[in-house]
């Protein structure tokens, strides 16, 4: 198998993404020989720092039986003639490359001494521009030099047809703007693909998303409503890109803090969602509303944007019969932010898992958008669902002014559903009681901090710490989040954190009741993921911290151990 089959492009490149350290070199130098219509180009500014920075990410994993990409190149059979401090890429040409064959690939490998490469394969270069062929594991291969690099591939036609002219970084600093160029800065492993040369897959991914869809329906994975709104997102998606995309960016690194993986999408300027895409957002000052404790999960988003508008505009149209009821259109033109926590329960997350959630609704009048939760509540009594639905109608209660917390009155709300069989009720409400606690769905309303507070369960507790949470310390100064955010994009219209730690806490107990027990530390920053729009794109970004891929190796290490212990046991069990 050489390095040009399928299945080892895709195992190189995931292993140089997992590998890829801040360099920070912006555009690979190699992006100047590549043809301006490839499809998809995967591209490093050095193999010796991807190399260098593998050996250290195995070493501090722990993970010495992975390859590093030095390594996996010399097993291609690349021992010598490489100039590891120069630029590589793979890139994949027009062509047939869904009919399940070997992709229509080249490869540029940065070389010093051309004569010595091809020597590695008992191979002779020709006169300037020749091409070259031999055989690997009995598959042949065709090489050419091109300025510093050595272009291979197993079709002759694309190593023929390879111009190699310098100057095509012009192009692709162009396709990719200001948001590729800043992923490339920020990224030792670049990739981008052209969004017209995707054209024959688009009808295949909105085929595919409709199945899955359709079995999701079918194993119950989510409600008609929250199926009809998933698909018209994604369709609307899927349309925009396809009208008005220009290019897929993309990018991994990893330093001695966190691995981040960026995703950006280029649209064409003057186009209609790029007008969209100009600035970003300010969702952090929406996680200021909440209070500053240990969290699951939190987020925040800001509706003011136009990117984020859209989400609100296809609410509308695909809501379905609920959200109609709910007057949700008027509900979600009154919200200018969102935020959310989900706290440790106390209890235990068998005994609730979001019994300890708080959502805060940031808004210009947040009297009126009270007012509208009341109504909403009200207008769900007896909705038909229809027969699709899990179940065939909702009923909300709502009781304003039904408790006092912090000296102020806050409104009362539950929902009751009723299902289609008596069966099906029986089999609903354990799963609403391991989720929102003895009391079901329900909680407190209360206006506070420029925003409507909710809860989702009879919190007053939690309800009172949000309250007072403008006043002191919140969330958006939380520790762990400080020191995970500045890794965001800036101006984020959206973000969110897993709290790793907090989740071990509640999970492992769970684990030592069935006797596996986990000694590892916990104290550990959160996931973070962050969007943002600026310049007609959109900027993605997910960080994980070092320390969380650390404590995931050290639980792998010690589940594994209990593992062999366990089969050791069974061996030695007595057959009597």
Request: glycine letters at 10%.
């Amino acid at each position: 198998m050489t390095i040009f089959s399928r299945t080892t492009v895709a195992a190189f490149t995931t292993t140089t993404f997992a590998f890829a350290l801040g360099a920070h070199a912006g555009l690979p130098s190699v992006l100047d020989q590549v043809p301006t219509d490839a499809v998809l180009v995967i591209a490093t500014p050095s193999l010796s720092q991807l190399d260098n920075d593998a050996s250290q990410v195995l070493g501090m994993l722990e993970m010495p039986d992975l390859f590093t990409p030095k390594q996996m190149l010399q097993t291609a059979g690349f021992r010598q003639g490489l100039d590891m401090n120069g630029s590589a890429a793979f890139v994949l040409l027009p062509g047939d490359f869904q009919n399940g064959e070997d992709p229509p690939v080249v490869a540029l490998i940065p070389t010093k001494n051309y004569t010595a490469l091809l020597d590695n394969f008992n191979a002779v270069p020709g006169a300037n521009g020749a091409i070259t062929s031999f055989e690997v594991e009995g598959e042949s291969i065709f090489s050419k030099k091109v300025g510093s690099w050595a272009v291979m591939s197993p079709e002759r036609e694309l190593i023929q047809n390879f111009a190699g002219n310098a100057g095509a970084m012009a192009h692709f600093t162009q396709t990719i703007g200001p948001i590729g160029a800043n992923i490339a800065e920020k990224n030792d492993v670049l990739f981008i693909a052209n969004v017209s040369a995707l054209d024959p897959m688009f009808d295949e991914w909105r085929q595919d998303m409709r199945q899955q869809m359709q079995m999701m329906n079918a194993f119950g994975g989510m409600g008609a409503e929250q199926a009809q709104m998933s698909q018209e997102m994604a369709e609307q998606f899927i349309k925009a890109l396809e009208e008005d995309g220009q290019a897929l960016v993309g990018g991994f690194d990893m330093s001695t803090l966190a691995t981040t993986a960026d995703f950006g999408i280029v649209f064409k300027p003057g186009s209609e969602t790029a007008n969209k895409l100009q600035n970003g957002g300010k969702s952090q000052a929406s996680l200021a509303a909440l209070p500053d404790q240990p969290f699951l999960f939190a987020g925040s988003i800001d509706f003011s944007t136009p990117a984020t508008s859209m989400m609100v505009k296809i609410m509308e149209k695909g809501g379905g019969p609920a959200f109609a009821a709910m007057k949700g259109g008027e509900l979600m033109k009154a919200i200018n932010s969102q935020s959310f926590a989900v706290y440790p329960n106390s209890a235990g997350i068998m005994a609730g898992a979001l019994a300890n959630t708080i959502e805060f609704f940031g808004a210009d009048n947040p009297a009126h958008v009270r007012q509208l939760f009341g109504t909403a509540m009200k207008n769900l009594n007896n909705v038909d669902m229809g027969e699709a639905a899990e179940f065939t109608k909702m009923s909300g209660v709502f009781t304003p002014d039904a408790e006092q917390i912090n000296g102020q009155f806050v409104d009362a709300w539950g929902l009751d559903f009723t299902m289609n069989s008596p069966q099906g009720g029986g089999m609903m409400m354990d799963p609403m009681a391991m989720m929102f606690g003895p009391g079901g769905m329900g909680g407190y309303l209360a206006t506070g901090n420029g925003g409507v507070y909710m809860t989702l369960s009879n919190n007053s507790p939690l309800m009172s710490q949000s309250l007072k949470a403008g006043r002191g310390n919140s969330l958006a100064s939380n520790p762990t989040i400080a020191q995970i955010r500045p890794m965001l994009p800036r101006d984020l219209a959206g973000e969110m954190y897993i709290g790793i730690g907090p989740i071990l806490d509640q999970v492992l107990p769970m684990a030592g009741m069935f006797g596996l027990q986990f000694d590892v530390n916990t104290n550990v920053p959160p996931i973070a993921m962050g969007m943002t729009a600026e310049g007609g794109a959109f900027h993605g970004r997910l960080v994980v911290p070092t320390q969380v891929l650390k404590l995931g190796a050290s639980l792998a290490k010690q589940a594994e151990s209990l593992q062999q212990q366990q089969d050791t046991d069974e061996q030695h069990k007595p057959r009597f």
